[in-house]
Every structure is written in structure tokens, then in C-alpha cells.
């Protein structure tokens, strides 16, 4: 229900809202794009202003809020990422240029061979490290996974693309031997 105050009435208020809809309702455009409206089970914009305001029942309100709030959602979260890349194309980085060849003769010497994921999470953060933008990233996996021979191997990248490196690991002495290969 509505929350009035002064001379206006619930009643009024309805009146009001219905005849904005019967003028100007065909007039609100859709905002989502009809695969999510599919994907998500979303009602239309239109309809779901319609029922926030005029519900057939309480099935049909939790939808148009559904709806609201997954767009609302969307929307800030759109707005996140579009400043994240504008944050990130303003810094400066250092693009690196890596040596490939030691590179890969490195990753040839360890005692096991990379996961795929482990691939893919490298190439990943090595396409990050040669462009000019300021990387970002928190590399997360369960105990194990691979996290250290990953960050390794960056490591090893950014010597062999003429920079220096700090570390300290509880592998230390596996580690420091990435500075002589």
C-alpha cells in the first residue's frame, strides 16, 4: 500500500498512478536484454511496473521485485566495472617484454607438469604483466593447487624481463633458485 500525506488520499494516489499508465505506460522501454529476461525467468519492465502497482496477487509483486532488484544489481554492478577500467586504463604500469624462450625452458625444468588450469591462470596473468596497465589480482586456490609455482613462474618472467624481485616464501629454497636458470 501507499504511504500519502496531506490532502491526497490511497484512492486519489491509485487514480493518478493509473492514468500515468494508461498515457504514458507503453512509453517505459525494456533495459535488459531479452536472453537475461529468458536466462533469469525476469518479467518485462512494463509489466513489472504494473505489478508493483497494481497486483493480481502476492506471486506477482515478488516478481516485479525480483525483477527490480536483479536489474538494480546488474546495473551498479555494470557501473563497477565501467569504473574498475577507467581506474585501470588511468594507471600506469609497466608493460613487461619476458624472455619466452628461458621462460618456457624454466617451466620445462620443474618436477611436474603444469594442470591445465595452472596453464591457463599463467597465460592469463603474463597477458596482464606485458600491457601497460596497472594488474590487479588475488590469486586464490585451495592448499596444493599450485598457487606458488604459478606466482613462480611470473616471477621468473619479470627476470627475464629485466626487473628485479622481492620474495619470501616457507619454500624459499625452491624459490631462490628461480634467479639462477
Known sequence: MYTV????????LRR??????SEYGTMIEENL????????KLMPRNDA???MH?????????????RFVYEEFLLFQLKMQALRKLQREQSKGIGQEFDM???????????FPLTNAQNRVVEEILNDMKSPYRMNRLLQGDVGSGKTVVAAICLKATITAGFKVHLWSRRKSWLSSIHNR
Not at 493518478?16 to 499508465?21: D, K, L, P, T, V
Request: no cysteine; net charge positive.
Open 101 to 111: 624462450e628461458r621462460l618456457e625452458a624454466f617451466v620445462e625444468t620443474l618436477p
Open 49 to 51: 511496473f504494473r505489478n
Open 54 to 66: 497494481f497486483p493480481q496477487s502476492a506471486n506477482e509483486v515478488k516478481k516485479a521485485r525480483r
Open 5 to 12: 500525506k496531506g490532502s491526497i488520499t490511497v484512492k486519489g
Open 33 to 40: 536484454p531479452p536472453q537475461l529476461l529468458a536466462s533469469y
Open 16 to 21: 493518478f498512478i493509473s492514468n500515468a499508465f
